[in-house]
């Protein structure tokens, strides 16, 4: 037979003495696997901090382990401050490489995105409890904006705001202050008296047992505060550009410290812009609850900043306190911060 007059009926296919074995779309458990905080995120490797274990049938010390995540995890971010899971080489040794398997559920997430139009959502800090807003009141000029922003963020991921001002030897910061007196802020001031930071003591109590995560335009003096409040922490810092008027970069990436009193503060970049796309501007109103019972007159679709809002005559029959125009000034000015476009 020639081999012009064979087909595809004469091939032989020789049985496999294994038997076919089908792929299976379950993953493991990872059942043993370490549960470990994330502290640091450079280029694909993750540092992991291990607490210590000690039980009848163990005893093992805190350690650093570095971590790549399993190809599992897909494109699923993981930042600073995740609870995640370790499987592999966890001894913590130099030359030691673990694997993230897991994400254990977030207890609250900090977001923004680049601008008001950017629909993609960038995670800054996971399982944070408290947004420390730092900004200088000169040098450079506050961003009153900014600050507003930051706010809204914070509420919207549930997280207790803390503004700190920097540089009060060189600007008075009661009119700053008095901006957000109705909010009912907790605020720090602080400023440089010659080798020392006045104020460094009150900002270490607010954040005494927390994981804070500060936020701020560059060159207000974050870094700063992070080397007095973390003995070696040498975190670079910057000046302030002439010309601009603006600070310079000198953190590239997000990093957690622990305090030595107990707690962590989370150190990240300075942020020209930080939109809110991500945020319903609905929900802002929650976290007013002396107004939200006055909206519920609104016509449907209401902003609660225009005529017809009915929290305008709700807070004018004194429904709302003595402080609910006040108030209600400051709700429309984060409403506002929210659907600004313009530069901030």
Same mark, same amino acid.
């Given at each position: 037979?020639?081999?012009?007059?064979?087909?595809?009926?004469?091939?032989?296919?020789?049985?496999?003495?294994?038997?076919?074995?089908?792929?299976?779309?379950?993953?493991?458990?990872?059942?043993?696997?370490?549960?470990?905080?994330?502290?640091?995120?450079?280029? *694909?490797?993750?540092?992991?901090?291990?607490?210590?274990?000690?039980?009848?049938?163990?005893?093992?010390?805190?350690?650093?382990?570095?971590?790549?995540?399993?190809?599992?995890?897909?494109?699923?971010?993981?930042?600073?401050?995740?609870? %995640?899971?370790?499987?592999?080489?966890?001894?913590?040794?130099?030359?030691?490489?673990?694997?993230?398997?897991?994400?254990?559920? #977030?207890?609250?997430?900090?977001?923004?995105?680049?601008?008001?139009?950017?629909?993609?959502?960038?995670?800054? @800090?996971?399982?944070?409890?408290?947004?420390?807003?730092?900004?200088?009141?000169?040098?450079?000029?506050?961003?009153?904006?900014?600050?507003?922003?930051?706010?809204?963020?914070?509420?919207?991921?549930?997280?207790?705001?803390?503004?700190?001002?920097?540089?009060?030897?060189?600007?008075?910061?009661?009119?700053?202050?008095?901006?957000?007196?109705?909010?009912?802020?907790?605020?720090? @001031?602080?400023?440089?008296? *010659?080798?020392?930071?006045?104020?460094?003591?009150?900002?270490?109590?607010?954040?005494?047992?927390?994981?804070? %995560?500060?936020?701020?335009?560059? *060159?207000?003096?974050?870094?700063?505060?992070?080397?007095?409040?973390?003995?070696?922490?040498? #975190?670079?810092?910057?000046? %302030?550009?002439?010309?601009?008027? #603006?600070?310079?970069?000198?953190?590239?990436n997000a990093v957690a410290l622990r305090l030595p009193e107990g707690g962590w503060v989370v150190d990240t970049p300075g942020v020209r812009s930080f939109g809110l796309a991500h945020i319903d501007v609905d929900r802002i109103?929650?976290?007013?609850?002396?107004?939200?019972?006055?909206?519920?007159?609104?016509?449907?679709?209401?902003?609660?900043?225009?005529?017809?809002c009915a929290l305008d005559a709700w807070v004018a029959a004194g429904d709302a306190g003595p402080a609910g125009p006040a108030r209600l000034e400051s709700l429309r000015r984060l409403l506002r911060s929210r659907s600004a476009?313009?530069?901030?």
């Amino acid at each position: 037979m020639s081999w012009r007059d064979l087909d595809e009926g004469d091939v032989r296919v020789r049985p496999n003495r294994r038997g076919s074995r089908p792929r299976t779309k379950e993953r493991p458990a990872h059942a043993d696997a370490v549960v470990a905080m994330v502290v640091g995120v450079d280029r *694909g490797r993750y540092t992991c901090l291990v607490p210590e274990v000690r039980t009848k049938r163990q005893a093992a010390p805190e350690r650093v382990v570095t971590a790549m995540k399993a190809r599992e995890l897909g494109r699923t971010r993981i930042v600073v401050g995740d609870d %995640v899971a370790l499987v592999g080489d966890t001894s913590g040794d130099p030359d030691a490489l673990a694997r993230i398997v897991r994400i254990e559920e #977030r207890r609250s997430v900090l977001r923004r995105t680049a601008d008001d139009t950017d629909p993609v959502e960038r995670i800054i @800090v996971a399982n944070a409890d408290q947004l420390g807003i730092v900004t200088a009141l000169a040098d450079p000029e506050p961003r009153p904006r900014m600050v507003d922003r930051c706010l809204v963020a914070a509420y919207d991921a549930g997280l207790e705001p803390l503004l700190i001002l920097t540089k009060a030897d060189l600007v008075d910061p009661a009119p700053f202050l008095s901006s957000y007196a109705p909010l009912e802020v907790d605020h720090v @001031v602080t400023h440089r008296e *010659g080798g020392a930071i006045v104020g460094i003591d009150d900002l270490r109590e607010r954040l005494d047992g927390r994981v804070t %995560v500060l936020v701020g335009h560059s *060159g207000v003096g974050k870094s700063t505060l992070v080397n007095a409040l973390v003995p070696g922490a040498r #975190r670079a810092i910057g000046d %302030v550009n002439d010309v601009t008027g #603006r600070g310079r970069h000198t953190s590239t990436n997000a990093v957690a410290l622990r305090l030595p009193e107990g707690g962590w503060v989370v150190d990240t970049p300075g942020v020209r812009s930080f939109g809110l796309a991500h945020i319903d501007v609905d929900r802002i109103i929650d976290h007013f609850p002396d107004l939200a019972t006055g909206t519920e007159e609104c016509p449907r679709g209401c902003t609660h900043d225009e005529e017809e809002c009915a929290l305008d005559a709700w807070v004018a029959a004194g429904d709302a306190g003595p402080a609910g125009p006040a108030r209600l000034e400051s709700l429309r000015r984060l409403l506002r911060s929210r659907s600004a476009a313009d530069e901030y």
